[in-house]
C-alpha cells in the first residue's frame, strides 16, 4: 500500500517511516511542507494519505489545505489527518467533502500501534476513521436532536462515527447485532436522517449534522 507522508517534525516523521515501513506500507515520499505535500500527493496519487494538519510556513493550517486541494484534484484521495489537539472546524471540513475514506486522529493514537494502523488501512479502504477524543467533544455539545437519544444510543453514535462496523459495536457493547442494527435505525429516525446500509456514508452523515 502506497502512502505519502506529510509531517514537518523530523524525528516523529521517521519514526512514522519505520512504523509504516514495518507494516509493509510503502512510503512513497515524505515531505515537511505543505506546498511539497500537495505536490507529492498530486505526483504519486497514493492509496492513501497520512498528513499533520500543520506544517510550514505558516504552521496554521497548511497540510489539511494541502489535502483538501488534493482531494478536490484528484476526488476520492484517501487521506488521515492527524493533529495534536481536537480542532472540531478541521474536523468538519475534511469531513465535507463525502467521495473517498478520510480519518481525523489525534497524534497521541500512533502509540497505540496496533489501532494507528488499522485508521490507515480503513481509511485507504475508503472507511472512516475518528479519534474517540473528536467524537467525544461532539457529543458533549449536545445539540438539541442528541438530546432525544437514549443513553445507549449515544454510545453506538459514538461507535459508528469512529467507523465501527455494526459487528465491531456489539463486541465492544457486549450485545447483539441485531440491538446494534435497532439502535442505529432508531438513531437515523430520531436525527432526521436516511437510513443506509453503507457504513462509511451513515457515518459521515451522522458526523456533518452533529458538527454542523
Known sequence: MRVVLGEDLVLLREGLIRLLTAYDFEVVEAVDNGPSLL???VTHRPDVAVVDVRMPPTFTDEGLRAAIEARRQLPGL???????YVEQLYARELMSDRNGGVGYLLKDRVSQVSQFVEAIRRVAGG????DPEVI????????????????????VLGLMAEGRSNAA???RLFI???AVGKHTNN????LGLPPSEDDNRRVRAVIAYLDA
Not at 467533544?137 to 437514549?150: I, M, V
Not at 438513531?187 to 430520531?190: A, E, M, R
Open 78 to 84: 484517501p487521506v488521515l489527518v492527524l493533529s495534536q
Open 187 to 190: 438513531i437515523f429516525s430520531k
Open 176 to 178: 447483539s447485532e441485531n
Open 39 to 41: 505536490r507529492a500527493l
Open 169 to 171: 459495536i456489539a463486541g
Open 127 to 130: 472507511g472512516t476513521a475518528m
Open 136 to 155: 467525544s467533544q461532539l457529543l458533549a455539545t449536545k445539540p438539541e436532536p442528541l438530546e432525544r437519544l437514549t443513553p445507549r444510543e449515544r454510545e
